[in-house]
């Protein structure tokens, strides 16, 4: 008969009753019950087992036999002489000498430590780390069985030379001047040998009644900081540790060894969580930052699991991206989207090892929960776009000379790229992402930051993963696709509306254009580059005024910008526009992040859009200006052409908020072209007419400008056409 038990006395946090939830599997499973089955619902952990919630009980109580934990290379481990290791060695010394089949393990592997460190060094304790290595490795030579869990959790062989200590149990087992198996030892004389803490299991297990008080001077250490706890969550919480194996690694995994010792392990990442600082990636030491512990994730998982599966869970744990296995918080986020697609994994907590203030001992923190999403997401793949990108990004913000402005800038990024791994199905994170990379474009284009590059090459598929169908992301995609050189010029990249924003190389269209190297490096700002990011409608002016001036200078009467394929203003957008229904900054900066799309790529296979705006058209007098700002001659029905020739002064006299004169001289133009419309003046506030000259830089079709010319003038076609 199978019994379902609800262990409320295991939840995902703190970490010491996440590591008891394993602790009792793995032991039920490897002295009870082969079996047994344990899975998380909500928070608490339940368990599939032959044993019933007594028996349970009765085989902790009674036949439980505890895992050797010995770290005969660090402080108070009892095997050595010395008023520092009195308790220790009291404690090592009962356990020999009980009689208990349960100890027998116990008592074996502490005679091969023995004879190891009476081997390896004499008897004597290691006091430094060569000393220290030779004592690991004899051991790791010496010691069979269920003897080598503790070793590998505590510590890592990497190569031939080296040994990592994994941030799981401290420095090898040791927190500042204690030792881990020593606490674990005391546990074991209170519950297994005095028995004083019977009374305490049903509250440890079940979470039922609540924890007697009694005297017990151990603490659980950065497992359960802060809180008192039952020497019974220490063992069963020690227990569940070793499943957290760490991996004998290659030298040939040189790119963040420490972080790949230990099972779902990473540099530490300040970001993704609401206290994030950036000092939680170091450890202070004199007042010199070092590199912090780490950070680790927990799998959560729904479906009933056998402990062979959770074991084999942690010992894969190496979580892969497309660029190779992550080695710090954001590539583990993008890592275990997939992993836990795979492996039946809803959840991860995130735990990061941070300095105490005493700055010799360490918490295990938790930093949120990192959830997996119920399949596979699609717009997760654009961000494959910025893996190579943005580890240049975190080195450049977290450098010595960085400005605060910089760090907040991809504080802020990552945090966007956090929410959207976790929301990948909702247009809204994926514009935050888009804003979050062109604010670091803004803090880059004054001189910080420069040397990661832009923003690399986006693909289409972004424009489809951030809309939303609203007029604000269409309108900042004409905007940032639209180019035009002139006569003469062949048109590529260089004519796109980026060069206006960024000061690009023009040999090396994806870098900046700098001079100097090093330290020395500088930003090399051209003419071309009028858009400041502070305000969409200076941006927007800007840009339709730097480009009259460039048509000016080559002989030109029009505005070359022109749309992409699939990519003009609809006119109820640009309606919307100019009612006052659009945040213009928003799209703007929205405009500046899409400009890093792949022109060519969006040529190919435009991204499908399919919005909902209405059949609003844009104010007749703006039309006017519309049509006599256009980029090219319009097409009749015949194929034949309408001239507009552009006025630069009209552009002007709307941007310095003259509506007046600028429609005066745009009838001017229509009528030179003949068409007569009904439109005769416009009265408009200043700041309106501003709005009204931002709105030009948005493209439109031809088609689009014919229905304009058709609202102004019905004829106007058709004459042209019989002519």
Known sequence: MTHILNLDGCAPVPLAHYLKALGILRLVAEQADSQARGWWEGERFRLATSLCREELEEFFLERYAPTPMFNPWGARSGFYAGSSESSARALLVQIEKAEHPRFAGFRAASAAVRDVIAA????????????????????????????????DTVVAVIGADEIAQPALFG?????????????????????????????ALSAVLFGENRLPRRDWDQTLGQFLPGASAAPWDLLLAFEGACVVRSAVTSRATSAGNRWMSSPFFAAPTSYGYASAARLDEFALNKGKELPGRGEQWFPLWAAPMLFAEVSQLFTEGRAMTRRGRAVDGWSMARAVTSLGVRRGIHEFVRYGYQQRNN???????????????????????????LDAWLPGLHRQARAKEAPARLAQAERRLADALYAVTQHPDEAARWQAVLLALAAVEGVQARGSGFAAGPVPKLQPRWVVAANDGGPELRLALSLALQQGGFEGEHRDWWNTTRRHWLPLDKRRPRQFARSGTGRQARLQIGPEVVMQGRSGIDDAIALVERRLTEASQHGQRRVPLLHASRAAAPPGALAALLAGGVDLDRTVALARALMALDPWAWCKRPAPLTPAFDDRQPDDAWLVLRLALL?????????????????????RRLA??????????????LAAAGIRTA?????????????????????????????????????????????
């Not at 390896?120 to 010496?142: F, T």
């Not at 004389?189 to 028995?195: G, N, T, V, Y």
């Not at 980029?631 to 552009?651: Q, S, V, Y």
Request: with cysteine.
């Open 120 to 151: 390896a060094s004499g008897g004597q304790k290691p006091e430094d780390g060569v000393a220290r290595d030779q004592v690991i490795r004899a051991l790791r030579n010496s010691l069979r069985g269920t003897s080598t869990l503790w070793l």
């Open 631 to 651: 980029p090219w001659p319009l097409k009749d029905r015949l194929g034949g052409e309408i001239r507009i020739g552009t006025d630069p002064a009209l552009f």
């Open 359 to 385: 700055l010799a001992t360490h918490f295990a923190v938790p930093l949120g929960r990192f959830r997996v999403p119920d399949h596979s997401q699609p717009t997760l793949v654009c961000l494959d776009d």
């Open 656 to 669: 310095s908020g003259d509506a007046a004169t600028a429609v005066e001289l745009g009838l001017r133009r």
């Open 679 to 723: 439109v005769r003046a416009a009265t408009i506030p200043p700041e309106a007419a501003r709005l009204w000259a931002a709105a030009l830089a948005f493209p439109i079709t031809q088609g689009t400008a014919r229905a304009f010319l058709r609202r102004l003038d019905p004829t106007a076609i058709e004459k042209e056409t019989t002519a």
């Open 171 to 199: 420095t090898g087992g040791s927190e500042g001047s204690g030792g881990y198996p020593s606490a674990y030892m005391a546990a074991i004389d209170q519950c297994l040998l005095k028995r004083r803490w019977d009374h």
